[in-house]
T-cell receptor, first 113, second 115 residues
Framework: GDSVTQMEGPVTLSEEAFLTINCTYT??????LFWYVQYPGEGLQLLLK?????DKGSNKGFEATYRKETTSFHLEKGSVQVSDSAVYFC????????????FGPGTSLSVIP | ETGVTQSPTHLIKTRGQQVTLRCSSQ?????VSWYQQALGQGPQFIFQ???????GRGNFPPRFSGLQFPNYSSELNVNALELDDSALYLC??????????????FGEGSWLTVV
C-alpha cells in the first residue's frame, strides 16, 4: 500500500540555519503531496502542497519540489526562526473516490536562539 | 484559522464507555473525514463522509462510527472505549471534486483520554 517515510527527529537547529527535512513516498500513479505543520497543543495546518511532478509548493519561506523520479518531496527553508519549532508531517493523497490522506510519522523541529 | 471547529477540546472517559465527538465543516465544503492521532505519531485515517454516506474507511473496527448531517457537520462515535483509544481525534473537511487530490483542512482536534 501507499506509504510516506520521513527523516527521524528530533531536529535541533540554531536560528537562521538552513533546514532540510527529507520525505520519500511509495505510491502508485501520481498522488498529491503535502506538508502539514503541527504546533504544540494544536491541530494540523496545511503548509504547502504540490499536485503533479516538478511542481514546487511554497509558503512562509518553506519550499518543497515534487520529484517523481526519486519519489521525494523534501521540505526546505533557508533561514529558520524560533517560531518554526513544531512537528512537520509529509503526506500524500491519491486521486480516488475519497480523500484519504496518508501521513508520515512526523519530524519534530526545535529552533534555538 | 481553517474554519473547521471541533468539540469538546478535551475529555476523559472510562474504559467501556461511549463517546461522541462533534465537528463543523468549513463553509462551502461537502466532505468530512476523521483521523486518529496517537501521541508521537502521524494521523491515521478513520473514515470519510460525503453526502451523508460513508464513502471510505481505514483500518478501524465497527465500534468507530460516524454521521454527517445535511449542514455538513459531523459526529464521530466510539463505543466500548479501550485504553488504546486515547488520542487526538482530528476532523477535516474538503470540497470533493472528481479527478483531483483534494486538499483537506483540519480542526484543532479533540483530546480523548480513556482511563
Amino acid at each position: 500500500g501507499d506509504s510516506v517515510t520521513q527523516m527521524e527527529g528530533p531536529v535541533t537547529l540554531s536560528e537562521e540555519a538552513f533546514l532540510t527535512i527529507n520525505c520519500t513516498y511509495t505510491a502508485t500513479g501520481y498522488p498529491s503531496l503535502f506538508w502539514y505543520v503541527q504546533y504544540p497543543g494544536e491541530g494540523l495546518q496545511l503548509l504547502l502542497k504540490a499536485t503533479k511532478a516538478d511542481d514546487k509548493g511554497s509558503n512562509k519561506g518553506f519550499e518543497a519540489t515534487y520529484r517523481k523520479e526519486t519519489t521525494s518531496f523534501h521540505l526546505e527553508k533557508g533561514s529558520v526562526q524560533v517560531s518554526d519549532s513544531a512537528v512537520y508531517f509529509c503526506a500524500l493523497s491519491q486521486k480516488t473516490s475519497y480523500d484519504k490522506v496518508i501521513f508520515g510519522p512526523g519530524t519534530s523541529l526545535s529552533v534555538i536562539p | 484559522e481553517t474554519g473547521v471547529t471541533q468539540s469538546p477540546t478535551h475529555l476523559i472517559k472510562t474504559r467501556g464507555q461511549q463517546v461522541t465527538l462533534r465537528c463543523s465543516s468549513q463553509s462551502g465544503h461537502n466532505t468530512v473525514s476523521w483521523y486518529q492521532q496517537a501521541l508521537g505519531q502521524g494521523p491515521q485515517f478513520i473514515f470519510q463522509y460525503y453526502r451523508e454516506e460513508e464513502n471510505g474507511r481505514g483500518n478501524f473496527p465497527p465500534r468507530f462510527s460516524g454521521l454527517q448531517f445535511p449542514n455538513y457537520s459531523s459526529e464521530l462515535n466510539v463505543n466500548a472505549l479501550e485504553l488504546d483509544d486515547s488520542a487526538l481525534y482530528l476532523c477535516a473537511s474538503s470540497f470533493m471534486e472528481a479527478g483531483s487530490g483534494n486538499t483537506i483542512y483540519f480542526g484543532e482536534g479533540s483530546w480523548l483520554t480513556v482511563v
